[in-house]
């Protein structure tokens, strides 16, 4: 699996900009982003959960697990 969203951040000397909603990396990252504002990374939280539904409660461990490890990127040889 590559997620080009992740391709670019890795690539870009620019932090953030594209993000795929679904890719648990780019959602931490995104999440990630907002640091420190909580209401702001709150908004992006409601918003993937909008976005992904029943999906969102599968991938939010897994998102919150990328968060702890500072992951936020995916990996260039997966
Ligand atoms: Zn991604």
Redesign the pocket.
Same mark, same amino acid.
Do not use: I, K, M, S
């Given at each position: 699996m590559s /997620?080009?969203? $992740?391709?670019r951040?890795r690539t870009s000397p620019h932090k953030g900009g594209a993000?795929?909603i679904g /890719?648990?990396? $780019?959602m931490a990252?995104l999440i990630a982003s907002a640091r420190p504002v909580k209401r702001l990374q709150e908004g992006h939280i409601a918003a993937c959960q909008r976005q992904l539904g029943d999906e969102w409660t599968r991938l939010w461990p897994r998102v919150q697990q990328l968060l702890r490890d500072n992951r936020l990127?995916?990996e260039a040889d997966v």
């Open positions: /997620c080009q969203a $992740c391709h951040a993000y795929r /890719c648990p990396y $780019c990252r990127v995916e």
